[in-house]
C-alpha cells in the first residue's frame, strides 16, 4: 500500500503561521484531505481536494499541493488550533485510502 | 444536522466476537458509502472497512480482511461492524465515519465529512 510521510512534530507561536505538511506518491494523483484530532475527540475534517473548506472550519486553514507533497496552513495559528493534524488520500495500490501518521501541532 | 452514534464496544477476549453498530441521522443515509476507521491507544488513524452506498461493495483493510465484516442497514439507517476472531491488536477507540460526496463519492470518496464520537473496543483476556 502507499504512504504519507508527516513530520511528527511541528510548533508555532501565537498568531504566527505553520505550514504541515504531507508527502507520498500517490499525492502525484489524488488530492489530500486534512483532519483535525483533539485529545479525546472524534477526527475533525478542516480542509480538503484544491479549495474546499468545510462550514464551520475558519478561514486561516487552507491547503494546497505540488507534486507529491501537500501542505496544510494555519495564517495566525490560535490556542484552539493545538491538536493532532492528518492527512489522508486514495492510495494508488488500490485501497481506499490511507492516512498520514499525522503531525502534532503546537501553538507556544 | 449529520448525527453518527456509535455503539456495542467493550471488553472482549481474544477470539470471540462483537458487533459495533452506527446510527445515522440527518442524512440521506442510503445515499452515502461509509467507513469504519480506527485509532489504537496512542496511536494514529487506521481505515478498517468501507461500504458503498448501495451496499453492494465493500474493502477491508489486510488487518482485519476475513475476520470483519461490514454491513448496513438502510431502513434503519444503521451502519455494522461484525468483529471477530478478535486479537489483542484489534484494541482501538472505532469510529464511523461518512463519506462527504453522496452515491460513488467520485474522486472524494476517502474524504469523511462526519464523524461519530467513537465506542471502544478492548481485546483482553
Known amino acids: 500500500s502507499s504512504e504519507l510521510t508527516q513530520d511528527p512534530d511541528v510548533s508555532v507561536a501565537l498568531g504566527q503561521t505553520v505550514r504541515i505538511t504531507c508527502q507520498g506518491d500517490?499525492?502525484?494523483?489524488?488530492?489530500t484531505s486534512w483532519y483535525q484530532q483533539k485529545p479525546g475527540r472524534a477526527p475533525v475534517l478542516v480542509f480538503y481536494?484544491?479549495?474546499n473548506r468545510p462550514s464551520g472550519i475558519p478561514d486561516r486553514f487552507s491547503g494546497s499541493s505540488s507534486g507529491n507533497t501537500a501542505s496544510l496552513t494555519i495564517t495566525g495559528a490560535q490556542a484552539e488550533d493545538e491538536a493532532v493534524y492528518y492527512c489522508?488520500?486514495?492510495?494508488?495500490?488500490?485501497?481506499?485510502?490511507?492516512f498520514g501518521r499525522g503531525t502534532k501541532v503546537t501553538v507556544l | 444536522q449529520v448525527h453518527l452514534v456509535e455503539s456495542g464496544g467493550g471488553v472482549v477476549q481474544p477470539g470471540r466476537s462483537a458487533r459495533l453498530s452506527c446510527a445515522a441521522s440527518?442524512?440521506?443515509?442510503?445515499?452515502?458509502?461509509m467507513f469504519w476507521v480506527r485509532q489504537a491507544p496512542g496511536k494514529g488513524l487506521e481505515w478498517v472497512a468501507v461500504?458503498?452506498?448501495?451496499?453492494?461493495?465493500?474493502h477491508y483493510a489486510e488487518s482485519v480482511k476475513g475476520r470483519f465484516i461490514i454491513s448496513r442497514d438502510d431502513p434503519k439507517n444503521t451502519l455494522y461492524l461484525q468483529m471477530s476472531s478478535l486479537r489483542e491488536e484489534d484494541t482501538a477507540v472505532y469510529y464511523c465515519?461518512?463519506?462527504?460526496?453522496?452515491?460513488?463519492?467520485?474522486?472524494?470518496?476517502?474524504?469523511?465529512?462526519?464523524w461519530g464520537e467513537g465506542t471502544q473496543v478492548i481485546v483482553s483476556s
Open positions: 461500504i458503498s452506498y448501495d451496499g453492494g461493495k465493500t
Open positions: 465515519a461518512k463519506v462527504v460526496a453522496p452515491l460513488t463519492g467520485g474522486n472524494s470518496a476517502f474524504v469523511l465529512d462526519h
Open positions: 489522508n488520500s486514495r492510495d494508488a495500490s488500490g485501497n481506499p485510502q490511507v
Open positions: 440527518g442524512f440521506s443515509f442510503s445515499s452515502y458509502g
Open positions: 500517490t499525492l502525484r494523483i489524488y488530492y
Open positions: 481536494g484544491y479549495n
